[in-house]
């Protein structure tokens, strides 16, 4: 199911729900799609620790991410040296190394170290592979709501190919629709269909955290104004 198909799904179960109560759900499609990602990312999270799903099922890839030249000191006077750079959307970083599959060239033949922490800046002393190219990923999202990723130890790299697990599962497909300009092959990001033991946990729990919130706000005691 789509991210919008959840959503939908959720409503309409609030709503059955709420049938006896008040027919009134106050809430928007976007504001549930929303929570959707969020649910989502617990969900995942929950399944790789009990290690019922490996992180392969759930990784998407995103190809020919175009690498551009940008200064890692964000916020400095004068004129500074960039760096090899890119961008990918946000990850669920709960995962730690699970997160990032792989980062590399686009044939898949030279994958690259991934760092999602200062521990990068410890590569150069590694008795192996210290030539080897290298990626840190700044895990604070920049003025885009973008990850910035700076290479290293490369030369004349022009693109690179991403598999990860993302937070928003349809980012992936916005990026790679970018990145295909010109191409017969059109992809729309509300195409990205989840797991379906994902989408109907995700379904469930949230239905039911929207059910208790507005039965409870239903049952609120209302003041005696004597007009009944």
């Avoid at 609030?14 to 106050?26: A, I, Q, T, Y």
């Avoid at 019922?52 to 991410?65: C, D, F, N, S, Y």
């Avoid at 060239?105 to 150069?124: A, G, I």
């Avoid at 592979?129 to 022009?158: H, Q, R, S, W």
Wanted: net charge negative.
């Amino acid at each position: 199911m789509t991210i919008p198909e959840q959503a939908t799904a959720i409503i309409n179960n609030v709503l059955s729900g709420l049938d006896d109560v008040n027919n009134n759900c106050p809430i928007s499609q976007e504001q549930v799609e929303e929570e959707v990602i969020l649910e989502r990312a617990q969900v995942i999270k929950e399944y790789l620790a009990k290690q019922l799903i490996l992180p392969g099922v759930l990784a998407q890839t995103i190809h020919g991410i175009d690498i551009d030249q940008k200064p890692m000191q964000k916020f400095t006077k004068g004129v500074l040296k960039g760096e090899a750079h890119f961008e990918i959307p946000k990850l669920i970083l709960d995962l730690q190394q699970d997160t990032v599959l792989y980062i590399g060239t686009p044939d898949r033949r030279d994958p690259y170290f991934v760092y999602l922490d200062m521990s990068w800046s410890y590569h150069e002393f590694r008795i192996r592979g210290a030539k080897m190219p290298y990626v840190f990923i700044d895990t604070t999202p920049n003025e885009n709501g973008a990850l910035d990723c700076y290479l290293f130890n490369t030369t004349n790299v022009e693109d690179v190919t991403v598999t990860a697990i993302f937070q928003d599962p349809r980012e992936p497909f916005y990026q790679n629709l970018r990145a295909a300009e010109g191409d017969t092959v059109v992809t729309s990001f509300e195409e990205f269909n989840d797991h379906t033991f994902i989408a109907n946990d995700v379904i469930r729990r949230l239905s039911e955290k929207y059910l208790r919130h507005f039965v409870q706000v239903q049952k609120q005691p209302k003041p005696n104004d004597q007009t009944t």
